[in-house]
């Protein structure tokens, strides 16, 4: 592990990692802090998180502007900015931003899985003419993002 170092950012500095319809901005990443957690600020227009799972990272999500259907253990709640979600590690989860204009969502990850690293082969592969599929699963598996089928609805 890394020593911890301080990082004061204005809003407009981290590394930022575009991919699709999303985009990353890395707000504190686990090699300033000891590993122990990595902070995202993620923009999206209408789109979806699909349905995954972390087994080794709990996930806390903090809307910052706009509205957040999550969709927690085959539940859904919509939320306007200022809620929370704390999604703990072995729970089957995604998220939308039902639109139609753009919502900003905080994510923070304990501890770090290096998740940094993660959006920046993410954008690779989404800079490709085509996107690969069997090269994104091999990703997300790495990265400890395992993607599952949605629940049966009732």
Do not use: W
Not at 108 to 123: D, K
Not at 137 to 145: H, S
Request: proline share 7%; glycine share 10%.
């Amino acid at each position: 592990m890394s020593i911890p170092q301080a990082s004061i950012l204005s809003a407009t500095d981290g590394e930022q990692y575009v991919a699709g319809p999303f985009s990353i901005t890395a707000r504190v990443i686990g090699p300033q802090n000891g590993g122990t957690f990595e902070m995202y600020e993620l923009t999206m227009g209408t789109a979806t998180i699909d349905y995954h799972v972390h087994h080794t990272l709990d996930e806390t999500l903090y809307v910052a502007e706009g509205e957040i259907e999550f969709f927690v253990d085959g539940k859904k709640f919509l939320r306007r900015a200022g809620s929370v979600a704390f999604v703990p590690r072995g729970l089957h989860h995604g998220f939308s931003n039902p639109g139609p204009g753009r919502a900003r969502v905080l994510v923070l990850f304990t501890p770090s899985g290096n998740q940094h690293e993660y959006f920046r082969e993410l954008e690779r592969l989404f800079a490709a003419p085509t996107l690969d599929v069997a090269a994104l699963q091999v990703l997300q598996k790495r990265y400890d993002q395992e993607l599952v089928p949605p629940p049966a609805v009732a």
